[in-house]
């Protein structure tokens, strides 16, 4: 491997969907990026503006669609744009050209002849076509091209889909695969799967499959719209758009075009009838109901009464017919277990309409994941790694397979006319049981031609707790696990429902702190559930509120404070490491410690007036300590208490790890961003480890914290009342913002003045609690719990 090859400039040629956003998020990780597309019909000679505005276009259009393909706007000055004519040269600068254009193989053989007129020997080449198979663009091109020459195939949108596949040819140089694979993981923060030649690679040929198999399935037996996406959403671990709100996403079209590519190109695939277009879908083409571009496919959304409606196709009269909630017996069974694997146990033997969809339709699914092996990869771990990546689920085929029992699910797959590949059979009979098990600290996986379970390769560098939990577990309560994860340092995790914050975390924030002090260098709080927490248990305080148990609030409110001060205030370094959504509490948690180590998709925000409150957690005493550290005198005083207020009034939550900086969530200079995921909690490690090493001081309780008293106190209130005169905000609005600007300017005092955070932590709990007292507060917090909805009365 070429330890040398840096990449800092990428030109991507074609700015479509995918051109476009492919630039940006090379951008997103600070590369210098070359946008290029062809020149308008008709572009005069030297009009730069008329000669690029297809690419210009398509860059606007980008940056405008949400959710946004960019971290922060303003890094999409790291891209520059051209056209093919008059800017192509320029590639020579170029460490890495990407070709993005049209899907036709003439062209993009036409494109290539054009690259390599000017690329530099050893640049690499690669193509993120998703169907024409690799080898037949480099005919024609010169051994350095190929050598240099991959496919790079990224999902739909590259931000936030994590699949990367790598197609080499058979020219294609080893030292340029592993950089490619190793990039695609560390700096792209992808889930990078090295894949075989074939039609569709590896996530579509798995993933479409699974589409049609489920449409086949809803034509032979009539099941509804709404019936399937009930259940092939989150309760099996798929993404909340299920089956059909996904086709209306992505584009019937596309599907359908990549369904037709299998037909053709997959002769000898014994599911090809699976490929077959189902009568339904002809006609919506027909129609040209394609799904969200069109405005309607499996679904439509009209104004009905001045209200949006919703309405769901029905497939057999192609009619729209408002859009209706199903239920199961067997879903109803699974709302209380957390645990997927045990929901899919419960599901896959369920005796009503549900269990026999999920055992037709997955059962044919495992059955020809296991007979693309060696077809499409060598290794299974590699299909599980690209349908999770690629179409969002928590388990691939193999993984739910396992969670059901092999051996009994081959029995059962047998019965019903899906029998498995021989190799299944072979595992078996030497004595695995499993797929995939655990070993040493690393998930292993049974390896088909040597039939023992190796590591998954790439993963040696990772540390992930539910590799490592079983055996490193030194306490646990109901809510949470702290874990040994080496060198001295121990991980909290929290595994509460949405991990939200209640009085189980709190205890084992407090005694993580404990034995971190007692026997170790450092503590990090990290977590491997879809979001790194949702906040306090609003479920909590609704109740003690309605039942006016208030000195008990004003008690669990204060032991939150005391959790978040120890974490502030200990004697060895806490490290945050969050992730997805890190709200309330969970954001209130991040400010407290001593840095942060955020994975850049991170969804971050002081979120609690929405629910009527103001935050209480020491989230709004730390907004007043962090205006403290940055006031100047004069106006500029009041102009950051103005930010700092309407940042938590506004309830802003950051788009990604970049804007929560903005925001003032995170720390410049001393909080840190991590694409990769699977690195988060290694890097936390370290960076906590660092922190310990270089001689870590417990830190001094502030009693300096300058607070503007009265002057910034009229500025809240003028403020929200000028909002209430123009309909912006409610009544009520108005009493949440009045109680805000009361601490965040330290009270009404007289002048600015130095106080401390006990005194400022004693007004927010104050603020917070008497808020619980109010009826319309009660019926926000309700409205959350009730129907996940803010409402603004």
Known sequence: MNAKRI???????????????????????????????????????????????????????????????????SFARRISTGNFEDDMAKIADYDWVIEVVVERLDIKQQVFETVEKYRKPGTLITSNTSGIPIHLMTEGRSDDFKKHFCGSHFFNPPRYLKLLEIIPTKDTLPEVVDFLMEYGEKFLGKTTVLAKDTPAFIGNRIGVFAIMSILHYAEKTGMTVEEIDKLTGPVIGHPKSATFRTNDVVGLDTMVHVANGLSKNAPHDEAKELFAIPEFVNGMLKNNWLGSKTGQGFYKKEKVDGANQFFALDLKTLEYKPSQKVKFPSLDITKTVDSLKDRLKILFAAKDKAGDFYRATFYQLFAYASNRIPEIADELYKIDAAVNAGFGWEMGPFEKWDALGVADTVKAMEAAGSKPAQWVYDMLASGAESFYKIADGNRQYYDIVSRTYKVIPGTENFILLSNIREANTIWKNTGTTITDIGDGIINLEFHTKMNTIGGDVIEGINKAITLAEKSYKGLVISNEGANFSAGANVGMIFMMAVEQEFDELNMVIKAFQTAMMRIRYSSIPVVAAPHQMALGGGCELCLHADKVVAHAELYMGLVEFGVGLIPGGGGTKEFALRLSDELQDGDIELNNFRDRFLTIGQAKVSTSAYEAFEFGY???????????????????????????????????????????????????????????????????????????????????????????????????????????????????IQSIITGGKVLRN
């Not at 070359?34 to 030297?46: N, Y």
């Not at 690195?679 to 001081?697: P, S």
């Not at 009520?732 to 009404?748: C, E, M, P, R, T």
């Open 7 to 73: 990449i800092k400039k990428v030109a991507v040629l074609g700015s479509g969907v995918m051109g476009s956003r492919i630039a940006c998020h090379f951008a997103n990780i600070g590369v210098q990026v070359l946008l290029l597309d062809i020149v308008p019909k008709d572009a005069p000679a030297g009009d730069k503006k008329a000669r690029n505005k297809i690419v210009n276009d398509a860059l606007d259009f980008a940056l405008k669609s949400n959710p946004s393909p960019i971290y922060l706007k």
């Open 666 to 780: 995170l720390k410049k200079g001393r909080d840190v961003v991590v694409v990769s995921q699977n690195r988060l909690l290694a890097e936390a490690k370290q960076h906590c480890l660092q922190l310990a090493n270089e001689g870590y001081v417990q830190p001094v309780q502030r009693t300096d914290i300058r607070v503007l008293g009265k002057q910034a106190l009229g500025l809240g209130y003028v403020g929200a009342n000028t909002m209430y005169s123009g309909n912006y905000i409610s009544e009520h609005d108005v009493k949440i913002s009045q109680k805000l600007a009361y601490v965040l300017a330290g009270g009404d005092l007289s002048q600015p003045s130095l106080v401390s955070e006990e005194y400022l932590l004693g007004l927010e709990r104050e603020a917070f609690v008497s808020l619980c007292t109010e009826r319309k507060t009660l019926e926000r």
